[in-house]
């Protein structure tokens, strides 16, 4: 009888670990076409910008433990998308390609990564792009990949915030959004608006410029936002505790979205 009951326990739990496994989402961020490096305190040379490990202002620290605490582990991809290395990623992130201003020999989005990631989008993947202003993002060939999902960043600046005067860097999200369900003012600036094209839709508009936009894709989908965004200057707290902006919720929001956007295993 004893032999019996340990022999039970023991394959529930056979059955019961493989399953939390496979239930582990992976998110990985895109270190190939942004790819900047400053130096330290020490004088050596180190990543920066738009990094999960970044934890000053410039980074997604605060956004990659937002992901980590709602079950997800994290990934940096150092080279180019190919169908082996986004192997296992449910969400790839796209954030800010280098322009030549930033990085000496900038790696752009070529029509092989196109290929790659519009396949890998089709067969369920979840694809995020965070743009940037003309000024300060590779757009020309990020583009190209977006145009594939009916998407193009378009080459303006709008909601340019002079000094101190954030409010001028505010958008308001009505409540029902299917994405922002919390988060109801949100502060960006300096953004790339978005041009729709086949089937992508607003997800967030103001004064009728699109300010977030999606794209179902075979069996995946797109979310594309004409700035960096969430990174740790806009969800550190300045911005929501002294003028009531709303995007520590906007994150949380959105990182609940995507994770609900990828298909279940079969």
């Known amino acids: ?28 961020l895109d270190c190939f076409f942004n790819n900047e490096y400053r130096k330290n305190a020490s004088g050596t040379m180190e990543r920066f910008h738009y990094t999960w490990e970044d934890t000053k202002s410039s980074g997604y620290s605060i956004w990659g433990n937002i992901f980590k605490q709602n079950g997800a582990s994290l990934k940096s991809l150092m080279a180019e998308p190919t169908a082996e290395s986004l192997k296992g ?39 995020v792009m965070l743009a940037n202003d003309s000024a300060n993002a590779e757009l020309p060939h990020l583009n190209n990949l977006a145009g594939k999902f009916g998407i193009h960043f378009n080459d303006d600046l709008y909601k340019h915030v002079i000094d101190k005067q954030f409010e001028m860097g505010a958008i308001a999200i009505s409540p029902g959004n299917p994405i922002f369900k919390t988060a109801r003012k949100v502060y960006l600036k300096d953004i790339a608006t978005i041009k729709l094209s086949l ?57 609940q979205w995507l994770l609900s956007q990828i298909p279940k295993k079969e």
Request: glycine letters at 8%; charged letters at 25%.
């Open 89 to 127: 990623t449910d969400i790839y992130i796209i954030v800010d390609p280098d322009t030549k201003k930033e990085t000496a020999n900038p790696n752009y989005i070529e029509s092989r990564h196109i290929k790659v990631i519009t396949d890998w989008v089709k067969k369920g993947g979840v694809l």
């Open 199 to 255: 089937n992508a839709q607003p997800a967030l508009t103001d004064s009728g410029k699109v300010i977030v936009a999606t794209e179902r894709y075979g069996k995946g989908i797109v979310f594309a936002v004409g700035d960096p965004w969430i990174y740790n200057e806009y969800t550190n707290g300045r911005l929501t505790s002294s003028m009531g902006f709303e995007n520590d919720k906007a994150a949380e929001d959105i990182t």
């Open 1 to 28: 009888m004893e032999f019996k009951q340990y022999t039970i326990i023991a394959l529930l739990a056979g059955l019961i670990i493989p399953a939390a496994k496979a239930q582990t989402k992976a998110v990985t």
